[in-house]
C-alpha cells in the first residue's frame, strides 16, 4: 500500500496562497498520495494549532507571514538554516518530534540564478521588509557575497536587529550594512544606486495596494525582485518596470522553496516543473 502523506500551510491570512496548487501537481506527477491543507492560524492559535497537526499525523508545514519568526521557539530541534536565518517556513514531523527550516533563501538564490544568471556576489542591494523572509533574505545575500545591503522596515527596530543579525551570524562577511530611516522617500533615494531590490513586505497581496517605491527609486540596469507572486505584474514590479528596471515576481521562488520543503519531509525530488507550470496556469491563465 502507498505511503499517504499529510502537510499543511500556517498562515494568516493564507487563501491568497497558491501552494495547494503548486504541491498538488507535483503530488500528482510523482504518483504520490498527499494532501496539502491551508489553515488560517490567528497568532494568538499557533502553539495549538502546531500541536494539533504534529497529533494528527501531518508530516510536515509550511509556514508564512505571520508566524515565520513566531514558530522558531515552538520547535522541538531546528536546523542549521533556521539558526542561521532566524526564522523557519518549514515544519518536518518525525518520531523526534518537530523539526524547523528555512528554505526561502534556497529559494530565492535557485530562482534569482535560474532566471537571470545572477547571484548577491559584489551587489548592491536593497531588502525592504525585514520580517521572516527580509531576515533570511538580507542574511543569505550578505553570506554570498553583497557588497552592500540597505534595510527597510516601517518598523526600524526591525531593521535594527537585522543588522546586528548580520553582524552576530556572520563576522566575517564584507558587506557594508545600512539601516534606512522608516521614510520611504528615503529608501527612494538608496534604491537608485542598487542593483538589486528585494522586496519582502505585503504590498500588492490586495487590491488596491500600492508600491513602496516610486518610479523615480528605479532606473535601467537594476534588478526587483517582488516576493509578492499573486499577480504577474504586482503594484512594485509596475513601479520599476515605468523607469526600465527588470523585475521579476515571487512565482519562481515559491517554486524552488516548496520543492526544497518538499524533499525535507519524504527525501525525494520534486517536480519543479509541473510546480511551476501549475502556478503560472492559475495566476497568468495558460
Known amino acids: 500500500m502507498k505511503r499517504a502523506y499529510r502537510f499543511g500551510l500556517f498562515g494568516h491570512p493564507v487563501k491568497h496562497s497558491l501552494s495547494p496548487v503548486m504541491h498538488a501537481a507535483s503530488f500528482q506527477s510523482l504518483g504520490l498520495s498527499a494532501e496539502y491543507v491551508c489553515f488560517d492560524v490567528p497568532p494568538e492559535d499557533l502553539p495549538a494549532r502546531l500541536e494539533a497537526c504534529r497529533r494528527e499525523g501531518f508530516d510536515g508545514l509550511n509556514v508564512t507571514i505571520p508566524h515565520k519568526e513566531a514558530v522558531v521557539p515552538l520547535m522541538g530541534h531546528l536546523d542549521p538554516s533556521a539558526r542561521l536565518f532566524g526564522a523557519v517556513n518549514t515544519v518536518r514531523f518525525d518520531a523526534k518530534g518537530s523539526t524547523g527550516y528555512n528554505t526561502d533563501a534556497t529559494g530565492f538564490l535557485t530562482d534569482?540564478?535560474?532566471?537571470?544568471?545572477?547571484?548577491?556576489?559584489?551587489?548592491?542591494?536593497?531588502?525592504?521588509?525585514?520580517?521572516?523572509?527580509?531576515?533570511?533574505?538580507?542574511?543569505?545575500?550578505?553570506?554570498?557575497?553583497?557588497?552592500?545591503?540597505?534595510?527597510?522596515?516601517?518598523?526600524?527596530?526591525?531593521?535594527?536587529?537585522?543588522?546586528?543579525?548580520?553582524?552576530?551570524?556572520?563576522?566575517?562577511?564584507?558587506?557594508?550594512?545600512?539601516?534606512?530611516?522608516?521614510?520611504?522617500?528615503?529608501?527612494?533615494?538608496?534604491?537608485?544606486?542598487?542593483?538589486?531590490?528585494?522586496?519582502?513586505?505585503?504590498a500588492g497581496l490586495h487590491v488596491g495596494d500600492a508600491s513602496p517605491l516610486p518610479p523615480e527609486a528605479f532606473r535601467e540596469g537594476q534588478l526587483l525582485y517582488d516576493l509578492v507572486y499573486t499577480a504577474r505584474v504586482t503594484p512594485t514590479m509596475r513601479?520599476?518596470?515605468?523607469?526600465?528596471?527588470?523585475?521579476?515576481?515571487?512565482?519562481?521562488?515559491?517554486?524552488?522553496?516548496?520543492?526544497?520543503?518538499?524533499?525535507?519531509?519524504?527525501?525525494?525530488?520534486?517536480?519543479?516543473?509541473?510546480?511551476?507550470?501549475?502556478l503560472e496556469a492559475r495566476i497568468y491563465g495558460s
Open 112 to 202: 534569482l540564478k535560474a532566471s537571470r544568471d545572477v547571484t548577491p556576489d559584489g551587489l548592491r542591494v536593497l531588502i525592504l521588509g525585514c520580517g521572516g523572509a527580509g531576515r533570511a533574505l538580507a542574511i543569505a545575500c550578505a553570506r554570498e557575497g553583497a557588497l552592500e545591503i540597505g534595510l527597510g522596515d516601517l518598523i526600524d527596530s526591525k531593521a535594527e536587529v537585522v543588522a546586528e543579525e548580520i553582524k552576530v551570524r556572520l563576522p566575517d562577511a564584507v558587506a557594508q550594512v545600512d539601516v534606512l530611516s522608516v521614510e520611504p522617500e528615503v529608501w527612494a533615494r538608496y534604491s537608485r544606486d542598487c542593483d538589486l531590490i528585494v522586496h519582502c513586505t505585503s
Open 239 to 278: 513601479s520599476a518596470q515605468a523607469s526600465g528596471a527588470d523585475t521579476l515576481n515571487g512565482a519562481g521562488m515559491l517554486v524552488h522553496q516548496g520543492a526544497a520543503a518538499f524533499t525535507i519531509w519524504t527525501g525525494l525530488a520534486a517536480d519543479t516543473a509541473a510546480m511551476r507550470a501549475a
